[in-house]
């Protein structure tokens, strides 16, 4: 029997990350020396890494092959402290993964083939419902970090089930591209979305020239809670309940990694609310966490 159930459940993506690096300059075509790196990785298992430096104990709701790589992500995932009791394993399916290119420029490419993910659909949620995490009578009260490479179908059924119906939903779009899946949950009243600058305009179709301008932007909408990120540049948090927006630039810090920054962003952000921090205080605490990331750190 469990001593006692997770801290924190992250539902989404968790896959292998294939990442090339080089600290040269790269444009189209760019043929240069670098490194190559396996790595747990998708945007649930980076949020779940994160929060397990912090001092939490979260489980992952994914779905993973009965395969190698899944066999391998799965102990990789547990030596690393992440609950992977609840998730679920396909015989049909394959593990998924992402591959990108980084240089000293910033990101240059990458491919996320996260379609074993989103053919299980809500097969994911089973924990929810069967007892092991909640029922529809007693929904789970804690903490969800939600990623985007999700469904839209599957994002808009979490957004009205009475399963989330107490949940404290952190939601984050995988990438620009699929930003818009998260138009079900713009204005859910329990929900707190982190999407950067190119997001927050694909969620609003219109562009914005800061954080604070998208996070107004985003509220407008009907959301009840934004952050916005920009980069090097400052960062936003709006709140409906609040009634307004407040910013904070990030440190200056050599960058020399970037996949995973924002989801470093959020489990620090999340982190420091949970703690107490004011929304200054935690805002500040998930820059400087995400800048410690980028720049080779570990997040602390």
């Not at 396996?38 to 779905?63: D, E, K, Q, S």
């Not at 992500?73 to 290119?101: K, N």
């Not at 804690?142 to 107490?166: C, M, R, W, Y």
Request: aromatic share 4%; proline share 5%; net charge negative.
């Amino acid at each position: 029997m469990r001593e006692s159930p997770p801290d924190i459940l992250c539902i989404g993506s968790v896959l292998w990350d294939i990442i090339g690096r080089s600290s040269l300059h790269m444009h189209l075509g760019s043929d240069v020396p670098g490194r190559i790196e396996r790595l747990p990785g998708g945007v649930a298992m980076n949020i779940a890494m994160t929060l397990r430096r912090f001092g939490l104990r979260p489980a992952i709701l994914t779905a993973l092959g009965r395969d190698s790589q899944g066999n391998d992500l799965i102990e990789t995932a547990r030596v690393l402290g992440v609950d992977c009791d609840y998730l679920y394993r396909s015989d049909d399916l394959p593990t998924d993964r992402y591959m990108a290119i980084e240089g000293a420029n910033g990101l240059i490419a990458a491919i996320a083939d996260a379609h074993s993910l989103e053919a299980a659909g809500d097969k994911i949620l089973t924990p929810l419902s069967d007892g092991r995490l909640g029922t529809v009578e007693a929904p789970w009260e804690g903490p969800v970090a939600l990623d985007g490479n999700l469904t839209e179908a599957l994002l808009s059924q979490i957004a009205h089930s009475p399963l989330f119906a107490k949940s404290d939903l952190r939601v984050a779009p995988a990438s620009p591209g699929k930003a818009e899946r998260l138009t079900p949950l713009l204005a859910h009243p329990r929900a707190t979305l982190y999407v950067n600058l190119e997001e927050a305009g694909i969620l609003c179709q219109r562009n914005f020239k800061s954080a604070h301008e998208a996070a107004e932007g985003l509220l407008a909408r009907g959301a009840r809670r934004v952050l916005v990120t920009d980069g090097g540049r400052a960062a936003a948090d709006g709140c409906a309940t609040a009634g307004d927006v407040i910013a904070s630039a990030p440190p200056a810090v050599l960058v020399t990694r970037v996949t995973g920054a924002g989801d470093t962003f959020m489990a620090a952000h999340l982190v420091a609310e949970r703690r107490g921090s004011s929304r200054d205080k935690a805002l500040e605490h998930a820059l400087i966490a995400a800048a410690r990331y980028v720049s080779g750190e570990l997040a602390t």
